[in-house]
């Protein structure tokens, strides 16, 4: 229930950030009696966060910061700006996803991932490369080190604007119960 009333929360949220493009903070109250937050902030282009007051998760759309319980030993590049975040821990297992660009090539990043996931103690269970949407997208899955399941998707990406030579980044996984 808590589960999608948080993904209901981020939808409507979305369509009032859409609509208004204000500054503002609510709060909702969820039918068990919980509350959660729905911070909006920025005009026509800041961030939307959500979450809940019992910490089981948190939800940063257009910004934000890496999830504090991110793995330390599964590495960002240096010049990696987050356009999204989310960590969760709702049902006693972590979940989490970083999302965002960096200037860093694509083949660079794979190399990168294919050499740093095993050395600190992951096991790659799949490599892939395909064309998604005209963008060539590598998918990097893995588990270890308590993480029951890990995905590394790269993709190059024709953004404009700001970020028009920058290659797209996501990293999720799915810690495994205790």
Same mark, same amino acid.
Do not use: H, W
């Given at each position: 229930?808590?589960?999608? #009333? ?7 949220? #979305? &369509?009032? &950030? ?8 609510? /709060?909702? $109250? *969820? =039918?068990?009696?919980?509350?959660? +937050?729905?911070? %909006?902030? @920025?005009?026509?282009?800041?961030? %939307? !966060? ?10 940063? %759309? ?7 319980? &991110? ?18 821990? =709702? $049902? @006693? ?10 200037? !860093?090539?694509?083949?660079? #990043? ?6 740093? #996931? *095993?050395?600190?103690?992951?096991? %790659? /269970?799949?490599?892939?490369?395909? !064309?998604?949407?005209?963008? =060539? /997208?590598?998918?990097?899955? &893995?588990? @270890? ?5 890990? $995905?590394? +998707? ?9 970020? +028009? ?14």
């Amino acid at each position: 229930m808590r589960r999608s #009333l948080f993904a209901g929360t981020a939808v409507l949220a #979305l &369509f009032v &950030f859409a609509a208004c493009g204000g500054d503002g903070d609510s /709060t909702t $109250t *969820p =039918e068990d009696g919980g509350e959660g +937050s729905v911070g %909006i902030t @920025g005009e026509g282009g800041g961030t %939307i !966060e959500l979450s809940d007051e019992d910490g089981g998760g948190s939800v940063t %759309i257009g910004g934000g910061e890496v999830p504090s319980d &991110f793995p330390d030993d599964i590495p960002l590049p240096d010049d990696f700006e987050v356009t999204a975040a989310f960590s969760g821990n =709702e $049902t @006693g297992d972590l979940a989490a996803n970083v999302s965002g660009v960096t200037a !860093e090539a694509v083949d660079d #990043l794979q190399s990168m991932y294919e050499q740093a #996931l *095993p050395d600190a103690g992951y096991t %790659i /269970t799949s490599n892939s490369t395909s !064309e998604v949407n005209g963008a =060539e /997208t590598t998918a990097i899955t &893995f588990e @270890g080190n308590g993480i029951a399941a890990g $995905t590394v +998707s790269i993709s190059a990406q024709d953004f404009s604007g700001e970020n +028009s030579d920058k290659n797209s980044l996501s990293v999720a996984y799915g810690a495994a119960s205790p």
